[in-house]
């Protein structure tokens, strides 16, 4: 819950943040001088960028959670038995281990997501993040895929 009271501080900020450039791109806009102008249509394009990130990283969380709460309501979220220190850092020797584990069962079934699921946050665990984000966007889409085949019949 922590964790996202966070998540909705930084988005309210970062849309404050978007606002008030926005704002300024604007008014730079109404300003009789091209450079002011130029100025305000990049303030603008920034914003409409960070606008399309912000959104995309929801989505992404999103969906993310919905299929955690999918895979729990089966039983299928893998049990975390890795010790942590006091500041939160996963044990390594236990973090591979898991994540030694999971990727042997994604190997074992490479066309099930729920096993792609479970790889990332095996990557997550052992503080690969980039690739537990790599790994959490090809579960997301092999789920998508799944629906859509099953909705067609």
């Known amino acids: 819950m922590r964790g996202k009271l966070f ?7 970062l849309l404050i943040f978007l606002s008030g450039a926005a704002v300024s791109g604007i008014r730079f806009l109404t300003v009789d001088d091209l450079v ?6 990049g303030t603008l394009l920034l914003v409409a960028v960070g606008a399309w990130v912000l959104a995309r990283e929801l989505w992404f969380g999103y969906r993310s959670e919905r ?3 999918e895979l729990d309501a089966e039983g299928g979220l893998p049990e975390d038995t890795v010790d942590r220190s ?11 281990a898991q994540f030694a584990r ?9 066309d099930d997501w729920r096993s792609w699921f ?11 993040r980039s690739r537990a984000r790599k790994t959490m966007h090809r579960a997301i889409r092999m789920h ?10």
């Not at 006091?86 to 591979?96: K, L, N, S, V």
């Not at 999971?102 to 490479?110: D, F, G, H, R």
């Not at 479970?118 to 690969?128: E, K, M, N």
């Open 144 to 153: 998508s895929a799944q629906r859509r085949a099953a909705r067609r019949g």
């Open 102 to 110: 999971l990727a042997s069962e994604t190997e074992e079934n490479p």
């Open 86 to 96: 006091p500041g939160g850092r996963p044990d390594r020797e236990q973090a591979d």
């Open 36 to 41: 002011a102008q130029l100025i305000g249509v």
């Open 7 to 13: 998540a909705g501080a930084v988005i309210a900020l």
């Open 118 to 128: 479970r790889l990332s946050i095996g990557y997550d665990v052992a503080s690969d």
């Open 67 to 69: 299929l955690g709460r």
